[in-house]
């Protein structure tokens, strides 16, 4: 199995479209660091118009962290079609190109194959997360410096020391990969049903945008289904950004987003173990 998950990585890696993944993560955390660099401090007077009035805010409150926030919560709910644009090509990518029977001639069973496929998705995810700290967070803190952070919410604004941020935004990413890790999933679920990339891809993002929307709307029958979809949890990772910790809700969210990617994962075992490959 070891050789076989060097062979797919290499396969990822090869392609372009990986690197455009990481390309997009560097354009748009580029973009939104020159427009603070320009206007940050106008956009944070808005955002703090009326707080200003209340408490004596000093020091260097448009810093990296802040900064790391703002793109956070920019470019996290992207991610996702990175993640399917090479998970969703997984299954789909070998059946379209007539590969999929020579894997299976080796001494792999189709388990293991899904396993392997999953562990390369996997990888890329962890790469593409540790791409987005370099670049959203450490860069950031080189551009701005550091600072205590101030995290607004539509209700109250949230503290944050800056000697105790950094391990905030080490398990906000952490928590962000398992969200990431659930859609990439779900991406190789869809693949093993196609013989293109596309349909796959297509659908993932498909069913993230009607989960994302359905997970939003204020209305009550919608409430009875939100602590189901994952969609509801992948923004978890805020919660390491409030004060207190929502433990409880962190957890719950760990727990729901890693039964989601177990049920994705036995479903594409069970399904790939009865395909028929050979039409």
Same mark, same amino acid.
């Given at each position: 199995m070891i050789q076989l998950l060097r062979i797919e990585l290499f396969k990822i890696f090869?392609?372009?479209?990986?690197?455009?993944?990481?390309?997009?993560?560097? #354009?748009?955390?580029?973009?939104?660091?020159?427009?603070?660099?320009?206007?940050?401090?106008?956009?944070?007077?808005?955002?703090?118009?009326?707080?200003?009035?209340?408490?004596?805010?000093?020091?260097?409150?448009?810093?990296?962290?802040?900064? *790391?926030?703002?793109?956070?919560?920019?470019?996290?709910?992207?991610?996702?079609?990175?993640?399917?644009?090479?998970?969703?090509?997984?299954? *789909?990518?070998?059946?379209?190109?007539?590969?999929?029977?020579?894997?299976?001639?080796?001494?792999?069973?189709?388990?293991?194959?899904?396993?392997?496929?999953?562990?390369?998705?996997?990888?890329?995810?962890?790469?593409?997360?540790?791409?987005?700290?370099?670049?959203?967070?450490?860069?950031?803190?080189?551009?701005?410096?550091?600072?205590?952070?101030?995290?607004?919410?539509?209700? #109250?604004?949230?503290?944050?020391?800056?000697?105790?941020?950094?391990?905030?935004? *080490?398990?906000?990413?952490?928590?962000?990969?398992?969200?990431?890790?659930?859609?990439?999933?779900?991406?190789?679920?869809?693949?093993?049903? #196609?013989?293109?990339?596309?349909?796959?891809?297509?659908?993932?993002?498909?069913?993230?945008?009607?989960?994302?929307?359905?997970?939003?709307?204020?209305?009550?029958?919608?409430?009875?289904?939100?602590?189901?979809?994952?969609?509801?949890?992948?923004?978890?990772?805020?919660?390491?950004?409030?004060?207190?910790?929502?433990?409880?809700?962190?957890?719950?969210?760990?727990?729901?987003?890693?039964?989601?990617?177990?049920?994705?994962?036995?479903?594409?075992?069970?399904?790939?173990?009865?395909?028929?490959?050979?039409?």
């Open positions: 090869k392609r372009p479209r990986t690197y455009i993944s990481f390309g997009i993560v560097t #354009a748009i955390t580029s973009i939104i660091q020159l427009a603070m660099l320009s206007d940050g401090k106008s956009f944070l007077a808005f955002g703090l118009q009326g707080i200003v009035d209340q408490f004596d805010i000093r020091g260097n409150i448009m810093n990296g962290y802040l900064v *790391a926030f703002i793109i956070l919560q920019s470019l996290l709910i992207h991610i996702p079609l990175l993640v399917a644009l090479v998970a969703g090509d997984s299954f *789909a990518g070998e059946a379209n190109a007539g590969t999929l029977r020579l894997i299976l001639t080796k001494p792999v069973t189709r388990p293991q194959l899904v396993i392997v496929k999953f562990i390369s998705s996997f990888i890329y995810t962890v790469l593409l997360i540790v791409w987005l700290a370099i670049v959203a967070l450490f860069l950031s803190l080189l551009l701005f410096g550091p600072g205590d952070m101030i995290n607004l919410k539509s209700d #109250a604004f949230v503290l944050l020391l800056r000697d105790d941020i950094m391990w905030r935004y *080490a398990a906000a990413f952490a928590f962000s990969t398992l969200a990431m890790t659930t859609i990439a999933s779900l991406s190789i679920f869809l693949s093993v049903f #196609a013989d293109n990339s596309i349909g796959p891809i297509i659908s993932t993002m498909g069913i993230v945008v009607v989960l994302t929307i359905l997970s939003n709307l204020q209305l009550p029958f919608f409430n009875l289904i939100k602590p189901y979809l994952f969609t509801t949890h992948m923004i978890g990772w805020k919660g390491f950004f409030d004060d207190p910790l929502p433990y409880k809700a962190i957890g719950r969210s760990s727990v729901v987003l890693g039964a989601y990617t177990l049920f994705f994962l036995t479903a594409t075992i069970i399904y790939f173990n009865k395909k028929d490959i050979k039409s």
